[in-house]
């Protein structure tokens, strides 16, 4: 009589580890590497909304085309303003609010909720209560502005060239804030407070303690909330295309925009996955120099000490 085959314990785990994460994995496969694989593909190939099932290889001209008119680089340009920006700006001020919520405050629980309405409205509304307080007519920002003397005249924030990407940003500040600031709380939740009880004994001030304990044991938790944020940003669509439309003269079309006007509007999906796939090589590139700097700075310290 034939035994069945004994498997290691090691197998065993690897089998059972198979099973647990395989309908999550079949998930991502079906809904997000199916429709890359399925993008690059297109972008290969004269494609139009109204020409889906006829494919035309185009000897990647949609590539070429792309960086021929140099919208291409416009596109990239504010989409690297715009993320650089307001994540150092999240980060700042979300560090910032994260010490205040860490410290010892009256009502300091009622804040930490109140400060997670921002990110719990949805993008859509967000923008358009933003739209409205812009509008230059009754818009509660120039009222304010002016009601203070410091503008004599209302501000067109989201058709003016200049003012329209700091708008758009301002809007982005508000919604992404509270995840910002509430990750890094919750890195500084977990610092030992005996490391602040020993430096205070050792006289160093809140200042010496924030850049020799805080920040050092807030690494990890500050390379994984910075790198989350520069890619929700890099995708950013919504709050761009509801609140400008990517205008006005494209001083707010990103990426995401510009690959959104190609397929959709222009009807040109070949050269709409064209770009996606652009954007997609530039995403990880982005996150691949972002996570070895990391990694390096690491590494000296584990040589230096």
Same mark, same amino acid.
């Given at each position: 009589?034939?035994?069945?085959?004994?498997?290691?314990?090691?197998?065993?785990?690897?089998?059972?580890?198979?099973?647990?994460?395989?309908?999550?994995?079949?998930?991502?496969?079906?809904?997000?590497?199916?429709?890359?694989?399925?993008?690059?593909?297109?972008?290969?190939?004269?494609?139009?909304?109204?020409?889906?099932?006829?494919?035309?290889?185009?000897?990647?001209?949609?590539?070429?085309?792309?960086?021929?008119?140099?919208?291409?680089?416009?596109? /990239? #340009?504010? +989409?690297?303003?715009? *993320?650089?920006? $307001?994540?150092? !700006?999240?980060?700042?001020?979300?560090?910032? @609010?994260?010490?205040?919520?860490?410290?010892?405050?009256?009502?300091?629980?009622?804040?930490?909720?109140?400060?997670?309405?921002?990110?719990?409205?949805?993008?859509?509304?967000?923008?358009?209560?933003?739209?409205?307080?812009?509008?230059?007519?009754?818009?509660?920002?120039?009222?304010?502005?002016?009601?203070?003397?410091?503008?004599?005249?209302?501000?067109?924030?989201?058709?003016?060239?200049?003012?329209?990407?700091?708008?758009?940003?301002?809007?982005?500040?508000?919604?992404?804030?509270?995840?910002?600031?509430?990750?890094?709380?919750?890195?500084?939740?977990?610092?030992?407070?005996?490391?602040?009880?020993?430096?205070?004994?050792?006289?160093?001030?809140?200042?010496?303690?924030?850049?020799?304990?805080?920040?050092?044991? /807030? #690494?990890? +938790?500050?390379?994984? *909330?910075?790198? $989350?944020?520069? !890619?929700?940003?890099?995708?950013?669509?919504? @709050?761009?295309?509801?609140?400008?439309?990517?205008?006005?003269?494209?001083?707010?079309?990103?990426?995401?925009?510009?690959?959104?006007?190609?397929?959709?509007?222009?009807?040109?999906?070949?050269?709409?996955?064209?770009?996606?796939?652009?954007?997609?090589?530039?995403?990880?590139?982005?996150?691949?120099?972002?996570?070895?700097?990391?990694?390096?700075?690491?590494?000296?310290?584990?040589?230096?000490?």
């Amino acid at each position: 009589m034939n035994r069945p085959p004994r498997f290691s314990e090691r197998t065993k785990d690897f089998i059972f580890l198979l099973l647990i994460i395989s309908p999550a994995l079949a998930m991502l496969i079906f809904t997000i590497g199916v429709p890359m694989v399925k993008s690059l593909y297109m972008s290969l190939f004269n494609v139009t909304l109204l020409s889906m099932h006829n494919y035309e290889w185009n000897s990647f001209t949609n590539y070429k085309n792309i960086f021929a008119d140099g919208e291409f680089m416009q596109a /990239l #340009k504010v +989409t690297l303003i715009y *993320v650089l920006s $307001i994540v150092f !700006i999240q980060f700042i001020l979300g560090m910032m @609010l994260a010490l205040v919520l860490n410290s010892q405050i009256r009502f300091k629980r009622t804040l930490r909720t109140l400060i997670l309405i921002p990110w719990v409205v949805p993008t859509i509304i967000g923008a358009l209560l933003w739209m409205w307080l812009f509008q230059p007519q009754y818009g509660v920002i120039n009222h304010i502005l002016m009601s203070l003397n410091i503008t004599d005249q209302a501000y067109t924030w989201l058709s003016d060239m200049n003012l329209a990407l700091p708008a758009v940003m301002l809007a982005a500040l508000w919604k992404q804030l509270p995840f910002m600031s509430t990750m890094l709380l919750a890195g500084m939740q977990g610092i030992s407070e005996d490391m602040y009880e020993a430096a205070m004994i050792d006289g160093a001030n809140k200042r010496q303690q924030f850049i020799h304990i805080t920040l050092p044991m /807030l #690494k990890n +938790t500050i390379k994984t *909330v910075t790198l $989350i944020a520069c !890619i929700e940003n890099f995708k950013m669509f919504p @709050l761009f295309w509801i609140m400008t439309g990517g205008g006005p003269l494209d001083q707010t079309t990103t990426l995401a925009i510009f690959s959104y006007k190609a397929a959709f509007i222009e009807l040109d999906l070949g050269k709409g996955a064209a770009i996606g796939a652009l954007w997609l090589l530039i995403m990880l590139a982005f996150s691949w120099t972002y996570t070895k700097l990391f990694s390096i700075g690491e590494d000296k310290e584990v040589a230096t000490s």
